[in-house]
C-alpha cells in the first residue's frame, strides 16, 4: 500500500504544473465586442505585415523591405545592410535579424516569421531602439551605452511638468492625465530613493512631458495610430514624448474604441527610460518594449525592480513581500531556483519510494 502511495504521488507531481516557474501571459483580447475593431485593427501601423506570416529564408514577398526598415529602426539591422538587401528578398541578413529579434524578446528562436514573431512585429510599441548603440545588458534588463543614471546625491528629488503648448484633445482631463503619472512615477519611487514632484514650471523641470504629432524635431517622428505609442531619452535629458494621434485612456470601462491605449501602462514604461533601463526580454515586466491596444501593464516586476535598484540603489521601505513567489523566481530572484527545487523533491520521493521497497 504504501508503495502504490508513494508511486502515485510521485507521478502526480512530475505531471502537475508548477507554481514555481513564470506564470504564463495573459492573453489581451481586443475588445472583440466592438463592430468597429476590424476598421480600427486595419490602422495599425504594422498591420501590413500579416501577409509575411509563415515566410522564410529565400522567400519573396511583397513590401519585406518596409519589414527591413522596422528593424533597422529597433536595432536588429545595420545600415549597410539596408543597402545590400534593399529589396523583397528575405536574405541571410533578414535571417539574422529576426533571429536577434526573437531571441530578444524572448519568443521561440527560428529565424522565420512564424506566427508568434508576425504578431509581435505588429504590436504597438516603444519608440525607443532594442539596442540603442551599445546596450549593457545583466541578464533580462539592460541599460542604455555607457549606463547613464541621474548624477545626483541619494536621496533623490526629480521634478516633472507638462507641457503647455503640446497636450492632447481628447476625452481626458488635465486631472486624469496629472493622477495617471502621478502613479507611475509613484511606482518607480517606491522601489528606489527618488521622490517625483510634479511642477509647474515646465521650463525648469527635469523631466518634461508632451504630446506630439508627427515630426516634432528630434528626430523621431511619430506615425499616427498604433505604431510607435511613445519614447523617452535616456539620463539626463528628460525628454518623455507621446504620440497626440493615440486613442489615450484611463479606464476601458468608459473607453471602449478596439485602438484604446492605456495611458498609466506606457507612461510607466517610458519613466524607467528616463531612469536609465533599457527593454528587458522579460514579456511580463514593465520594460517589455510592445504593449497591445487595451493592454494594461502597470505592476513593476521582479526584473524592473532589479535593474533599476542597480543604478539608484533601494528605496529604505522597499520589500519582497509586494512580489509573489512565482515573480521572484521566473525574473531570477533570491532564493532557490525553481528547477533546483523541482530537483531535491523528486530525489526525496525517489528515496522514499525505495525504502517501501526495503520493507
Excluded at 512580489?323 to 531535491?344: K, M, P, T
Aim: aromatic share 12%; net charge neutral.
Amino acid at each position: 500500500m504504501l508503495l502504490f502511495l508513494s508511486c502515485f504521488f510521485l507521478v502526480s507531481f512530475i505531471t502537475s504544473p508548477s507554481k514555481i516557474h513564470g506564470r504564463t501571459p495573459s492573453i489581451f483580447p481586443v475588445n472583440p465586442q466592438n463592430t468597429s475593431s476590424a476598421v480600427e485593427i486595419h490602422g495599425y501601423k504594422w498591420h501590413e505585415f500579416e501577409k509575411f506570416r509563415g515566410a522564410i529564408k529565400g522567400s519573396s514577398v511583397s513590401g519585406i523591405s518596409e519589414l527591413k526598415r522596422y528593424l533597422r529602426r529597433f536595432g536588429y539591422l545595420e545600415e549597410q545592410h539596408i543597402r545590400i538587401s534593399a529589396d523583397d528578398i528575405f536574405d541571410s541578413n533578414l535571417e539574422t535579424a529576426i533571429t536577434k529579434y526573437q531571441e530578444k524578446l524572448g519568443l521561440p528562436i527560428t529565424g522565420k516569421l512564424d506566427s508568434r514573431t508576425v504578431s509581435e512585429l505588429m504590436s504597438p510599441r516603444c519608440g525607443v531602439p532594442d539596442f540603442p548603440g551599445k546596450l549593457h545588458s545583466i541578464r533580462n534588463y539592460a541599460y542604455f551605452a555607457g549606463r547613464p543614471r541621474w548624477g545626483r546625491n541619494i536621496p533623490m528629488r526629480l521634478t516633472y511638468a507638462f507641457s503647455p503648448e503640446n497636450s492632447i484633445n481628447s476625452s481626458l482631463s488635465k486631472e486624469e492625465i496629472r493622477v495617471a503619472f502621478r502613479r507611475s512615477f509613484a511606482r518607480w519611487g517606491s522601489v528606489i530613493p527618488v521622490a517625483f514632484v510634479e511642477s509647474e514650471d515646465y521650463g525648469g523641470a527635469d523631466i518634461k512631458i508632451g504630446f506630439y504629432s508627427g515630426d516634432h524635431g528630434d528626430g523621431e517622428a511619430f506615425d499616427g495610430v498604433l505604431g510607435v505609442l511613445a519614447h523617452a531619452f535616456s539620463p539626463e535629458s528628460g525628454r518623455f514624448h507621446l504620440d497626440a494621434a493615440e486613442k489615450w485612456a484611463v479606464d476601458f470601462e468608459k473607453e471602449k474604441s478596439a485602438a484604446a491605449v492605456d495611458l498609466e501602462s506606457v507612461a510607466t514604461h517610458e519613466i524607467g527610460h528616463l531612469l536609465g533601463l533599457g527593454h528587458t526580454t522579460v514579456k511580463e515586466a514593465v520594460m517589455y518594449p510592445s504593449l497591445r491596444p487595451r493592454e494594461t501593464k502597470v505592476e513593476l516586476k521582479m526584473d524592473d525592480v532589479k535593474g533599476v535598484q542597480a543604478l539608484y540603489g533601494s528605496n529604505p521601505n522597499f520589500s519582497l513581500g509586494a512580489f509573489s513567489e512565482s515573480d521572484i523566481y521566473s525574473n531570477g530572484g533570491v532564493g532557490v531556483g525553481g528547477n533546483q527545487v523541482i530537483s531535491l523533491t523528486l530525489c526525496l520521493l525517489l528515496l522514499f519510494t525505495m525504502l517501501c521497497f526495503c520493507m
